[in-house]
């Protein structure tokens, strides 16, 4: 039997499911009292997804609006946070448009699926705002890399995004992969795209012009991801229609592909007034918020939405996470040619709707009427919680626990070798060889440099050329983030924002992924509260916009949580990519050069983990106007061709950004330590510094440079020679480093 | 004169397609943009079939590609001489289509594999590889995850004893018998090779330096010549 809207308003008294849908009592009673009845199950499923924390953003908005509320002035944001992806002009009248969002559930309960189709899913986000996807990275973190959890998922993962993505034609460029026991039984999968778009092509989720067509195209939808709507069937329905579902969606990157090709002929066609990628929520989520932001109205016929599987019931089928789909509006004139341009690539598209001006979202099942509700209330007027919060207990002894009292090794080859080894430290090429870095042709730097770098260019037919380019980079330190929440998404912000300005590029924007535990913790809350606070004011002192992103809850095993995590992606522009600075040595006899002052900060260290297992007493301390200053240099030296090569320091400190930059391109180097203390000068993790090297033709007006903004310079070294020699300290051949660095990981995981 | 043309074969699901244009325009030719459903090769003087996964290659590598019809009038064009290139999935389909004996596997490691490899040129009797020397070495990036060349023993011996083994890999990366990274048909206009030039053409972007330029500078000198 269909739960109408005149069934419902016969039988007010029926109980529907929704505490099993994860809703509130006075939540239950606000759709009650927004409708003026109960509401139909069709409905239910509709509040009850649009309302849920993934979508609403419930606990997590009165915190976010900091990002807007204290956003810095930029000329460059076109599209802000609120949109599918927030688009930034990179100048020559090119945008680039970019999101990270998080799959960590799903990548848990079934690590391939649920890895491939957050892939899938940001590149739609991506896709809906007109542009052409052109990148993707991706930033992991699982339990210990020892445990035997972490070799079912960190391989499943790893093969899910290569298989998705390699076979969807997007080079993945970077990211992160970092291990920590607090993952095991949530690891975080976190995957950010990156599209390019002429400034005048800019498309928005929104449905305006009553008359105008609702276009649902892409895949069929099948009963993918809708565990809570078998809920509904069951409770509701008697006919036993309540099969086992799964609750993982399932991936198809070629229809993907294939969905990308024929978006970006629609947008050159000028066929699009609306669009809106299907996700989370699907066709509740596409059909409300569409609505919403447009005229206000809209009717579809629900029947007529083309299934993989013929028994779906209406509530199923708005609940549906099926992959792949996409929904636009398109004026009646252009129906002919938008179905053409589908046809033309095999991809099934079917009017299911009109535009209205009723303020009503109507839908019919059949001819009866069983969804009639205003999509605002379901889009955008969610509940929001002030959900309370406290300092965590033991937080203040944590801090208080110095790794002063650690014992120092004396043994700093052994150190540097034992650090360099560690799985957080070791050569991720065991899993970026599986991942496609080259499809495309403009990739100009990828992992392991600090940031991706592509060139603008061959993005649309007829568009006009340029040298510009853009560089990514995302960071995050969930250890820095424990001891200290609001500082620790500084340092995120920091180290990312410093990874693209390294390659040359100036930091224009960023998006964030926060994941955290349960926001009904309060000790939670406050992580998230705090770390919120730290990212808005640090954005605000960078001078750089949050443009999106994604808040990731209920991170937690029982009551463990992970800690709190927030991952800061940080969009950067060459104004000429051919300028772009590699992050190892390159040539012989070159300067080595530090940037930035070391002082002894060894809270939440890479080293304080390896040797002592331990995590206490504060992150290094933050300096953003020291950070703004050592970009500066980095940029302008870029610019005027100053520098061969650039790497920032961050885990495991000057030593392993030496070590690193060695193994790029097998060249050595010998280096004297400035300070009088070998191991701080090593292994201290003092944020806002950088090594570079410079020809010595170029040094003089580099120091310069360097003084004119007051970024502290010392010269370490040079490059040459086939191994890392610092003086009176270490001399360690590269054959040996690379064996120590690359064994690590095909060791763990084959 | 006008630039020799080289048509560039999409397929749904073809990836590099834009990068063996932009390589065939960077050696000097005027790349052809030719799609799978069309049946008209509009008078190319040569064909590449670019990488990708064609079909998402649900089925075999390259099956259901070599049905396109497209691949019909590909099939008649390479018997009559016309020079044809097929790298990745390319080389999959030329397979697939019988235009060169063997095939393409699941890699020995069973991971897909992206590298710059070390490769060495066994043949420069092909249109595509004349302007290297016997026994170069150079290094051009690789990715796939079906890469494992395998053929009959017979079949093997025959490739060998006849120089129509182009290009061996140095370093072995995915158990293809006799390192065997790119053949030629018997007449020797057919290649297919799993390596990727395309990606090896310019310092800025892709592999390291331009080692994969030749394939397409040889092509068009030829043509030129011809």
């Not at chain 2, 998402?56 to 044809?84: H, N, Q, T």
Request: glycine share 12%; charged share 20%; aromatic share 6%.
């Amino acid at each position: 039997m269909i739960d109408s809207v005149s069934r419902a308003e016969q039988t007010p008294g029926e109980r529907l499911p929704y505490v099993e849908l994860g809703m509130k009592d006075e939540e239950y009673q606000r759709v009650r009292d927004i409708l003026g009845r109960r509401p139909t199950s069709s409905e239910l499923a509709i509040y009850s997804v649009m309302w849920s924390e993934h979508c609403s953003y419930k606990s997590s908005k009165v915190h976010l609006r900091q990002f807007g509320t204290k956003a810095p002035k930029s000329e460059a944001l076109l599209v802000g946070m609120g949109e599918n992806a927030g688009v930034v002009d990179i100048g020559d009248g090119w945008a680039a448009t970019f999101k990270i969002e998080s799959h960590n559930h799903p990548s848990y309960v079934e690590p391939h699926q649920g890895a491939a189709t957050g892939v899938g899913g940001i590149v739609r986000d991506i896709m809906s705002m007109g542009a052409r996807p052109v990148a993707v990275m991706d930033a992991l973190r699982f339990g210990a890399a020892d445990a035997p959890d972490t070799r079912r998922v960190l391989p499943g993962v790893v093969e899910g995004i290569s298989s998705y993505g390699n076979c969807l034609g997007l080079p993945n460029i970077g990211g992160e992969l970092a291990f920590d026991p607090c993952y095991i039984g949530n690891p975080l999968v976190n995957a950010l795209c990156v599209g390019l778009l002429r400034k005048d092509q800019i498309k928005l989720a929104t449905a305006p012009g009553p008359g105008n067509k609702v276009v649902l195209f892409g895949a069929l939808t099948g009963p993918d991801g809708i565990g809570g709507a078998s809920v509904l069937a069951s409770a509701t329905f008697e006919d036993g229609s309540e099969t086992k579902r799964p609750s993982v969606q399932v991936g198809d990157p070629f229809m993907e592909k294939l969905l990308i090709e024929c978006c970006l002929e629609l947008f050159q066609a000028d066929v699009v007034v609306g669009i809106q990628d299907l996700g989370a929520a699907g066709v509740s989520c596409a059909t409300t918020e569409l609505a919403a932001n447009g005229t206000g109205g809209m009717d579809v016929q629900l029947d007529l939405v083309p299934l993989r599987d013929p028994t779906l019931r209406p509530e199923e089928i708005l609940m549906s996470e099926s992959q792949e789909r996409m929904m636009a509006v398109v004026t009646p004139a252009d129906i002919p040619a938008f179905l053409e341009i589908c046809a033309k690539w095999d991809i099934p598209a079917t009017v299911i709707g009109e535009v209205t001006d009723t303020k009503r979202l109507v839908m019919t099942w059949h001819g009866e009427t069983i969804v009639d509700l205003p999509p605002g209330t379901a889009a955008n007027e969610g509940p929001v919680y002030e959900r309370p919060f406290h300092e965590p207990e033991g937080q203040s002894a944590l801090n208080a626990d110095d790794p002063a009292r650690l014992a120092r090794p004396d043994d700093l080859r052994a150190t540097l070798l034992r650090l360099l080894g560690s799985p957080n430290l070791a050569s991720k090429e065991w899993v970026t060889g599986q991942y496609d870095r080259y499809v495309r042709g403009n990739t100009v730097l990828a992992q392991p440099a600090d940031a991706g770098v592509l060139r603008v260019s061959e993005v649309m037919p007829g568009a006009t050329e340029t040298n510009r380019g853009i560089a990514l980079a995302t960071d995050g330190n969930g250890r820095y983030a424990r001891l200290d929440p609001y500082a620790g998404a500084q340092l995120a912000l920091a180290e990312s924002y410093r990874n693209v300005a390294v390659t040359g590029a100036r930091p224009l924007a960023v998006t964030n992924c926060l994941n955290f535990g349960s926001p009904e913790d309060p000790e939670v809350m406050w992580q998230f509260a705090e770390a919120v606070r730290g990212l808005a004011d640090a954005c605000k002192a960078l001078g750089v916009p949050v443009t999106g992103g994604n808040v990731s809850f209920y991170n937690q095993t029982g009551a463990a949580p992970i800690h709190p995590t927030p991952v800061v992606g940080v969009l950067g522009v060459l104004e000429d990519v051919r300028r772009r600075v590699p992050s190892g040595f390159t040539g012989l006899g070159e300067r080595v050069v530090l940037l930035g002052e070391t002082a002894d900060e060894f809270g939440g260290s890479q080293w304080a983990q390896v040797d002592h297992d331990h995590l206490g007493g504060l992150p290094p301390a933050v300096n953003l106007e020291a950070e703004r200053a050592l970009a500066t240099v980095l940029v302008e030296a870029a610019t005027r061709g100053l520098l061969t090569g650039s790497h920032d320091l961050s885990d495991g400190g000057l030593a392993i950004a030496i070590a690193e930059a060695c193994l790029a391109n097998d060249v050595g180097c010998v280096v004297t330590l400035p300070g009088d203390d070998a191991f701080t000068d090593l292994f201290s993790e003092s944020a806002s510094r950088a090594l570079v090297t410079v020809v010595p033709e170029s040094f003089h007006a580099f120091a310069e440079l360097c003084s004119v903004h007051e970024v502290p310079c010392s010269t370490l070294g040079v490059t040459g020679g086939s191994s890392l020699v610092v003086e009176g300290v270490l001399d360690i051949p590269l054959p040996e480093l690379r064996q120590t660095h690359e064994s690590p990981l095909p060791a763990l995981f084959g | 004169m006008s630039a020799a043309r080289v048509g560039v074969v999409t397929f749904p699901g073809t990836l590099d397609d834009q990068d063996a244009a932009r390589a065939v325009r960077h050696a000097g030719g005027e790349a052809v943009p030719l799609w799978h459903a069309d049946t008209d090769l509009k008078g190319v003087d040569a064909l590449f079939l670019p990488g990708g996964f064609s079909y998402g290659d649900y089925l075999r590598c390259g099956a259901i590609s070599r049905f396109a019809p497209l691949m019909g009038e590909v099939v008649r064009a390479a018997g009559a001489g016309l020079p044809v290139l097929g790298t990745c999935n390319g080389f999959q389909i030329l397979c697939e289509a019988h235009l060169l004996p063997g095939a393409l596997v699941r890699n020995g490691g069973l991971h897909y594999v992206c590298r710059d490899q070390r490769l060495r040129i066994e043949s420069t009797d092909t249109p595509w590889t004349s302007g290297y020397t016997a026994g170069q070495e150079v290094v051009i990036p690789i990715k796939h995850g079906e890469g494992r060349y395998v053929a009959a023993p017979d079949t093997i011996d025959a490739l060998e004893a006849g120089g129509q083994v182009v290009v061996r890999y140095l370093g072995n990366p995915n158990g293809s018998l006799n390192d065997i990274a790119g053949i030629r048909n018997e007449a020797g206009n057919v290649v297919g090779l799993m390596p990727h030039p395309e990606h090896a053409v310019e310092d800025l972007t892709g592999g390291p330096g331009t080692d994969g330029l030749g394939f397409f500078t040889s092509i068009l000198k030829k043509l030129v010549n011809a």
